[in-house]
């Protein structure tokens, strides 16, 4: 059971560049998220789906797209990258958006320069 | 609306003593609350959550949390640390009742245990 796998950890991006984050669970959860973390302000959200078919803004969604064909991905598009989209960039699952936890993957620490 | 606030960007304590991160929070209704840890270039683990029910909660590798609905607070404690305790810590929120989806998060504290 690998749980939610991110891919790629780490990734250079030149400012206007477009690129695709995949995200992957198999676990079978409805809820799905994107966040990115920035030293001193947590996890802020990016865009979240509460199922396929299904997605929705969430805290800090200007500058990507996300699309959720299939229960398992959950892709986040950086349309055309900026310096102020370098970050750590997590993306979790939970079986619903009540009481059950969230979880996480380990991450991809993106770099626009 | 919901946030959450943890005080103190850094805790520092002795191998062996006691140690407490504290939270609180706030909702427009009753708050489902979780506590996630984060070791170095990992993603978030949970540790334990509050649901309903009895204010202390236990959770994984000896940690727990008391739920102050007065205080609007769900401190992390435990009685003993371990050098290995140290990371990053996350407290973060979900409103059960206005049916808000999103988990919010506090700003993290980071704790370091000292040998």
């Known amino acids: 059971n690998a749980g939610v796998t991110q891919t790629p950890k780490f990734q250079v991006l030149k400012t206007g560049q477009s690129m695709t984050l995949q995200c992957a669970q198999d676990m079978n959860h409805e809820y799905m998220s994107w966040y990115r973390q920035d030293p001193g302000m947590g996890l802020r959200l990016i865009h979240y789906s509460v199922g396929a078919g299904i997605t929705d803004q969430g805290e800090v969604p200007n500058g990507y797209n996300v699309s959720r064909s299939t229960t398992e991905d959950f892709p986040l598009r950086l349309l055309s990258a900026a310096p102020s989209q370098t970050s750590v960039y997590f993306c979790?699952?939970?079986?619903?958006?009540?009481?059950?936890?969230?979880?996480f993957g380990q991450g991809t620490r993106l770099t626009v320069v | 609306a919901q946030s959450v606030a943890q005080p103190e960007d850094q805790v520092n304590v002795a191998e062996g003593n006691p140690l407490t991160v504290k939270c609180t929070y706030s909702v427009s209704g009753n708050p489902y609350l979780f506590w996630y840890v984060q070791y170095p270039n990992r993603g978030l683990q949970f540790l334990l959550k509050?649901?309903?029910?009895?204010?202390l909660v236990k959770g994984s590798y000896g940690f727990e949390a008391e739920f102050n609905k007065s205080q609007t607070s769900f401190h992390l404690k435990k009685p003993s640390a371990l050098v290995s305790d140290s990371a990053l810590y996350f407290c973060a929120v979900r409103d059960r009742e206005t049916g808000a989806n999103n988990l919010f998060f506090g700003t993290g504290t980071r704790l370091t245990v000292i040998p």
């Open positions: 979790a699952s939970s079986y619903n958006t009540g009481n059950t936890e969230a979880f």
């Open positions: 509050y649901i309903t029910g009895d204010n």
